[in-house]
């Protein structure tokens, strides 16, 4: 395939749905019961409206920025997406490859066909993430795992007491090819991967608390981060157990249909948390000027899934740079045509108060 031809994410998008099967296009694409939530969280970011300032001299440009403290090429961060190994066979190496090569963080889900070990040989800066199980001794196998493989940092995610529900996965009667093994469970003796699966979802612990929050941020060597919060009170509370960094998020709208957008969200959690940790916002970004909006609400940077996955499905790490670069691209395009030589000339004046949503506005639209 010429893939210059694919000019755009959604370009990629439409490539990577005629090459996946249907169950791993239900997978990878779907959101919650009507996809109320999944939809809105595109639509927010086409209705945010830019004023861009003119006269400014961008003729040389920096996109870097840091998250806690460690310098980045761009605000971008690699989302942490479950099986990627049902996109490519490279699988979560694949998309190690591409982020080491650019200097972009990887997060990687317990969910992942590889082990964290695995793919911290290939040399990315890996985040790992987390969910908290009923059986706190793989839990905590986990968190040690991703320790001794010396992860940068555990992103936890708290918005999944349970699964969501995921009816066009249900319709499809959904099940994992023969063959495809979780790496981070190696340890659980389950023969067949959809066992596994199975197992796992069963642990999805739903009396998880602020509480247990506190513990884990006590007793983890790495910095810990929370992710799929949505409110400013939440945020405030994780805050005050120690946490180092918050992404903003409605788990791609695969969690609770008819949740308000994150980028609804984040101006209010921004003003409720100030400096004290940093944020991070994620949710159908598939634009450049979609980075510079999250910058300009609140953010310090993005996590981008869904488009990583289409990347890899079409070309392995080779696919997974391309769109990176796509982004990349497009978001120094959207910088110099704002008016802004650094990230740090991104502000909130940038975004047309008219534009601006009330939390909510967006995921009860039917149309």
């Not at 070990?117 to 985040?127: E, H, I, K, S």
């Not at 979780?182 to 067949?192: A, H, M, R, Y």
């Not at 790490?317 to 395009?333: K, M, N, P």
Request: proline letters at 4%; aromatic letters at 6%.
């Amino acid at each position: 395939m010429d893939w210059q031809r694919l000019v755009n994410l959604y370009d990629w998008e439409r490539a990577a749905q005629e090459k996946l099967s249907p169950m791993v296009r239900a997978y990878y694409g779907g959101g919650a019961a009507d996809d109320l939530s999944l939809n809105a969280n595109r639509r927010v970011w086409d209705t945010l409206k830019l004023r861009p300032r003119v006269l400014v001299d961008v003729s040389h440009r920096n996109p870097s920025t840091s998250l806690m403290g460690q310098p980045m090429a761009y605000p971008i961060v690699i989302a942490p997406t479950a099986m990627a190994m049902l996109a490519h066979p490279s699988g979560e190496s694949g998309i190690a490859e591409a982020a080491q090569q650019r200097g972009i963080i990887q997060g990687v889900s317990t969910l992942a066909n590889q082990s964290i070990q695995t793919v911290r040989q290939l040399g990315a800066t890996n985040w790992m993430q987390l969910y908290v199980y009923k059986d706190r001794q793989l839990t905590e196998r986990l968190i040690q795992n991703a320790q001794d493989s010396r992860c940068q940092a555990l992103v936890l995610t708290v918005d999944a007491p349970l699964l969501g529900m995921r009816e066009n996965m249900m319709r499809l009667g959904f099940q994992l090819p023969t063959g495809l093994c979780f790496g981070n469970f190696q340890d659980v003796q389950q023969t067949e991967g959809a066992q596994v699966l199975r197992y796992i979802q069963d642990q999805f612990d739903p009396s998880l608390t602020f509480a247990d929050l506190k513990w884990l941020v006590q007793n983890c060597a790495m910095p810990v981060w929370v992710k799929g919060v949505l409110r400013a009170d939440d945020a405030k509370k994780a805050v005050d157990c120690g946490i180092r960094g918050i992404v903003v998020s409605n788990h791609g709208g695969r969690q609770l249909d008819t949740a308000i957008t994150a980028a609804e969200a984040l101006p209010e959690i921004a003003l409720a948390v100030g400096r004290q940790v940093e944020l991070m916002v994620d949710g159908g970004i598939r634009r450049g000027t979609d980075i510079l909006k999250a910058l300009a609400l609140g953010a310090r940077a993005v996590m981008v899934g869904r488009p990583i996955l289409w990347g890899l499905a079409l070309a392995g790490a080779q696919g997974v740079g391309l769109v990176l670069d796509i982004l990349i691209r497009e978001f120094d395009h959207a910088m110099a045509l704002s008016g802004c030589a650094q990230v740090q000339d991104i502000s909130s004046d940038l975004l047309d108060p008219h534009s601006l949503l009330r939390p909510g506005d967006l995921a009860q639209d039917r149309s």
